[in-house]
């Protein structure tokens, strides 16, 4: 609009006169282009800008009917990709024969040609510094690239005069890798075999030493046992001993008393004899008193027949009488004299026979308590031998366990020392793959440097040419051309 002021915007005719402001709003929105030239708004996108002129000439700005200023409206409208600087949205009168006059690209820095104009439309003028040093360093590229493109030339005559010896060394080194492989494989199975072994053999170990442990303690419960076996043996034979001195001393007095029997035998034998004498004269008297008797009594018998002899014979039988009552005298005295012999004899032999009956009570308890002592004797003897013979049978599988025991030890050093040997082989076949893994790390380096310099000076003029089928084939999107194409004017 070709006004001087702002307030000559106001609206001013017949039907509306002295209106105190102008204003006008513009709607924005983001789309998305779809096919066959609809679109699609995005949500949220919309905002309106608003200006409102009044009659001092002087105006307010609105963001969505919020009050605002110019600052936030040029931010806001710049933050959305409005150009407000150059204002090429707006080409002026006259100006469009100035760009016909234009050259197609300016003569010096200071000059603005047709080509700096449609960059400052488009807003490529700001690339200008970054592309005169991109192709600075495009410049320094191309000096390497012919020095590297040199070398490279002089690498592939090396290549070629290498090939044969390469392909010699691939060979060499798959083969050694296939030999590392295997030897891996190998060493993996033995190491695993070893290693099974090894748990088999620590299970085993495990398991024998369990078990060891176990006749450990039951050697440990079973000597205890023998050692109380052995205090109750010991405890035994001092019981024995005391029990044998004691029947050292039943056995002396019982020699004592067998002494003191046999000499009251040897008297109780001659007063026998001397009773047994006495009785036989004392039954010879009294058979000769029954003889007398008997003589007597047939006398007695004979007396009526006698009667007539009894004058002749009274003075005879006074006689006789006279002699009956001295033998009658002298055999009382005689039978009194022995009574008395014999019962002086029998009060003497009384207190012996007491102590004959007394000594052969004790004897009677001695053997009985003998006897039992015997039977204690043997029946403590029959347990030493019984723990005697457990103690030996004890010390044969003690000997057998450990007989076992150093056969296993033994096996497990054996096993221990192969599991080494293979530890050790393992050891060296990782050196030895170690020490080639750079050899092939070299070798692959070197082939891929000669197929990356190869690469790339075949991928170099097919950039561009990539680019272009990217532009045509609309996979990226924002190309559209070469800067070269813009000044290409007939």
């Known amino acids: 609009m070709r006004l001087n002021k702002v307030s000559e915007l106001i609206h001013n005719s017949s039907n509306h006169q002295n209106l105190d402001s102008a204003g006008v709003s513009v709607h924005f929105q983001e789309i998305i282009d779809l096919d066959g030239g609809n679109y699609k708004v995005v949500e949220?996108?919309?905002?309106?800008?608003?200006?409102?002129?009044?009659?001092?000439?002087?105006s307010r700005y609105y963001i969505n009917n919020r009050g605002s200023n110019f600052t936030e409206v040029t931010k806001v409208l710049k933050g959305k990709g409005v150009d407000l600087d150059n204002n090429r949205f707006l080409i002026l009168q006259g100006e469009v024969e100035q760009i016909s006059l234009m050259k197609p690209k300016a003569q010096s820095p200071h000059d603005e040609g047709f080509l700096e104009y449609l960059e400052d439309i488009i807003g490529t003028n700001q690339y200008v510094e970054k592309i005169e040093e991109a192709n600075k360093q495009l410049e320094v590229l191309n000096e390497k690239r012919t020095a590297s493109v040199q070398m490279l030339k002089l690498a592939e005559k090396e290549r070629?005069?290498?090939?044969?010896?390469k392909n010699e060394a691939e060979a060499y080194m798959l083969k050694e890798l296939l030999?590392?492989?295997?030897?891996?494989?190998?060493?993996?199975?033995?190491?695993?075999?070893?290693?099974?072994?090894?748990?088999?053999?620590?299970?085993n170990v495990t398991d024998l030493a369990k078990n060891l442990a176990s006749e450990r303690e039951k050697i440990k419960q079973n000597s205890q046992e023998l050692k109380e076996m052995e205090k109750a043996y010991n405890k035994r034979v001092k019981r024995q001993e005391e029990l044998e001195n004691n029947m050292k001393v039943c056995k002396d007095q019982f020699k004592e008393f067998e002494r003191k029997d046999v000499k009251h035998r040897e008297d109780l034998k001659h007063l026998k004899q001397k009773i047994k004498k006495?009785?036989?004269?004392?039954?010879?008297?009294?058979?000769?008193?029954?003889?007398?008797?008997?003589?007597?009594?047939?006398?007695?018998?004979?007396i009526p027949q006698l009667e007539e002899e009894i004058p002749k014979l009274q003075e005879r039988l006074n006689q006789e009488e006279k002699v009956l009552e001295r033998i009658k005298e002298s055999s009382r005295e005689e039978t009194e004299k022995l009574r008395a012999e014999l019962a002086q004899v029998r009060t003497e032999l009384e207190p012996w026979e007491n102590q004959i009956i007394e000594h052969k009570g004790r004897l009677d308890v001695a053997s009985g308590e003998k006897k039992l002592m015997k039977q204690k004797h043997d029946g403590a003897r029959a347990e030493l031998t019984g723990a005697q013979n457990q103690m030996e049978i004890i010390k044969e599988k003690i000997k057998t366990k450990d007989t076992f025991i150093t056969e296993l030890e033994g096996k497990i050093e054996k096993h221990q020392s192969e599991a080494s040997e293979a530890r050790k082989v393992e050891q060296e076949c990782l050196k030895q793959e170690e020490s080639l893994i750079p050899l092939e790390q070299?070798?692959?380096?070197?082939?891929?440097?000669?197929?990356?310099?190869r690469d790339s000076e075949k991928n170099h003029g097919t950039v561009l040419k990539a680019i272009l089928q990217?532009?045509?084939?609309?996979?990226?999107?924002?190309?559209?051309?070469?800067?070269g194409d813009l000044g290409a004017i007939d």
């Open 44 to 58: 949220g996108s919309e905002f309106s800008i608003t200006r409102v002129a009044f009659r001092d000439n002087t």
């Open 160 to 165: 070629d005069s290498l090939e044969n010896a």
């Open 179 to 203: 030999l590392l492989k295997w030897q891996e494989k190998a060493t993996t199975m033995a190491s695993d075999d070893a290693t099974s072994h090894v748990t088999q053999l620590e299970e």
């Open 278 to 302: 006495l009785e036989d004269k004392a039954e010879k008297d009294t058979s000769k008193i029954e003889g007398s008797a008997k003589e007597i009594e047939e006398s007695t018998n004979l």
């Open 442 to 453: 070299a070798a692959r380096q070197k082939v891929v440097e000669i197929k990356s310099t």
């Open 470 to 483: 990217a532009k045509e084939s609309k996979e990226i999107d924002g190309i559209y051309g070469r800067l």
